[in-house]
């Protein structure tokens, strides 16, 4: 079956399968939070991306072989309801971003800062820190080896724009200021853009936007 990103809450997991990464995608909760399940296919070490909702059926997705670690994009309640019951049932270490890890009601064990390296296995996620929906949220970049990157981008960048800001003119503008200058210049056209809620997309469908963004302020 070919990805497409597709998932609705109570469907089951869409799954890009990668040369060296299973990306499993998933949603759940009231605020259709996306989790992604990421495998190392060399070693079968899992990491879980925002244990948002429903620790139940993502406990089922995990399975038996359990995870070594979960990463909070960022500390937004929406994306962490489930945390403290998963962590409890597999024993993962915790990661989040530095300047959100206070507003995180389970403890964090890793501090992740802009550039740190987070392993699954033998694959790394480089983390990206984007300023604006919140202080501390983080994206995570795979630079596939066999392919093009791929992104996991919190509630960072969506198809159609950046993430809520409020109406502050200095969140938004310190937001798409990160996410065009870590993402979109330093990323492929062909990069997979993984958000936090809603349908996927590539940072070629979304670059020609950039200017109309920054021009509508949201």
């Known amino acids: 079956m070919t990805y497409s990103g597709a998932v609705e ?6 799954v890009h399968e990668l040369t060296g990464l299973m990306i499993s995608k998933i949603a ?16 079968d070490e899992q990491l879980l991306i925002d244990a948002a909702n429903d620790a139940a059926r ?3 997705l995990i399975g038996d072989d359990g995870i070594a670690s979960v990463v909070t994009t960022h500390q937004h309640g929406d994306h962490w309801q ?4 998963v962590v409890a049932a597999t024993g993962a ?11 995180i009601p389970v403890p964090t ?11 699954v ?13 919140t202080p501390g949220s983080i994206a995570l970049v795979y630079d596939d080896p066999h392919g093009h990157p791929h992104v996991f981008t919190g509630d960072c960048l969506f198809p159609g724009g950046v993430g809520n800001t409020w ?4 969140s938004f503008a310190s937001l798409i200021d990160d996410v065009e200058h870590k993402l979109f210049d330093a990323l492929v056209d062909e990069t997979w853009v993984y958000p936090g809620h809603g349908a996927d997309t590539t940072l070629g469908a979304e670059r020609p936007h950039l200017t109309e963004w920054r021009e509508r302020g949201w």
């Open 93 to 103: 270490r915790t990661y989040a971003g530095r300047h959100d890890a206070d507003g």
């Open 109 to 119: 064990d890793v501090l992740v800062d802009d550039g740190d390296t987070i392993r």
């Open 167 to 170: 109406g502050e003119e200095r």
């Open 9 to 14: 809450v109570g469907g089951p997991a869409d």
């Open 82 to 85: 489930a945390l403290q019951e």
């Open 28 to 43: 759940v909760g009231p605020m259709n939070n996306n989790a992604y399940l990421l495998r190392c296919r060399a070693t």
């Open 121 to 133: 296995g033998q694959v790394e996620l480089t983390a990206r820190h984007l300023v604006g929906h």
């Open 58 to 60: 993502l406990l089922g």
